[in-house]
């Protein structure tokens, strides 16, 4: 054993990651033994933010991240379009302007999903009341819309994003003390369902689908209290699910599909989501009954 300067000594014993403090250690954090407290942190961060800032309650919007603004999916169209016309044989230009004319026809999602936003947004005692806010995945796309319409409003929303081996850029307009990042997928469903009063459903993908089926199983098992959900674009829904095949095999029952509606507008989606509330004697902004399950079970 060496005997080294006491000063370069001290340094070392300094520089050792036992010296650090057990919360100042990520190296700790990240072990695999470590799991239940990085499963806390992740419900702890966000519970204590949300309610730090006043919000009481959520209307949750998913959609697919590939969605574009009106104005961008145009000017990428006519790009498209002059690409293909000076290159008519080309496969991948072709290939090009066809992804470019369906990005155009499902652009309006996007607008519904802002104004969607907006209305929102403006809901309450208007855009400074945080009782009931938009809350999405924080990303592109569908999130980007719904966000962007409370934006416009001047209203605070909320974006729950996830790590991801190829990371999701959070979109610029959510509120910067409400967008929280999650490790862990359960635990950023857990909060999409904790706070809910409706979930918005816009054409999507995995995610969307993960999401959608998640909230109807909750609500038909009852592991939570139920709440308006809203598919929006009916030929879209019943094209890529056959609800009625299902009811037909006998796997879900005919009351099942009372779980949800449709709606071709954001005016639709926010009359459906009150209509709601309203036919059970309720506002979305009331506090729930006590004998009511809106915690998750």
Not at 60 to 76: K, Y
Not at 250 to 263: K, M, P, R, W
Request: glycine fraction near 8%; include cysteine; charge should be negative.
């Amino acid at each position: 054993m060496t005997h080294d300067d006491p000063a370069h000594a001290l340094a070392r014993v300094i520089a050792s990651g036992s010296h650090r403090s057990s919360d100042q250690d990520l190296e700790l954090l990240a072990r695999p033994e470590l799991r239940p407290v990085r499963l806390l942190l992740d419900y702890l961060k966000p519970e204590l933010g949300l309610a730090d800032h006043g919000v009481l309650h959520t209307i949750v919007v998913f959609g697919s991240t590939r969605l574009l603004d009106p104005e961008l999916a145009e000017q990428r169209l006519a790009e498209a379009e002059r690409n293909a016309f000076r290159l008519p044989e080309n496969t991948d230009a072709g290939d090009a302007l066809r992804r470019a004319r369906r990005a155009g026809e499902q652009s309006h999602y996007y607008a519904i999903a802002r104004e969607f936003g907006r209305l929102v947004g403006c809901c309450g005692d208007g855009p400074a009341d945080r009782r009931l806010l938009i809350v999405t995945g924080g990303g592109p796309g569908a999130m980007e819309a719904a966000n962007r319409g409370a934006h416009d409003a001047g209203a605070a929303s909320i974006g729950l994003n996830i790590t991801l081996p190829h990371e999701q850029q959070p979109n610029p307009y959510l509120t910067p003390e409400l967008h929280f990042s999650f490790r862990y997928f359960a635990l950023r469903k857990l909060h999409f369902m904790q706070r809910a009063r409706a979930l918005v459903a816009l054409p999507g993908g995995y995610g969307t689908f993960d999401e959608l089926f998640e909230t109807l199983c909750l609500i038909q098992t009852g592991k939570r209290a139920a709440l308006p959900v809203v598919l929006v674009g009916r030929e879209f829904w019943q094209r890529a699910i056959d609800f009625d095949f299902l009811v037909e095999r006998g796997v879900i029952d005919t009351g099942n599909l009372s779980l949800f509606t449709f709606a071709e507008s954001a005016a639709e989606i926010w009359a459906s989501i009150q209509r709601w509330y309203t036919d059970r004697g309720r506002s979305v902004f009331d506090e729930p009954a006590a004998d009511t399950n809106e915690d998750i079970a």
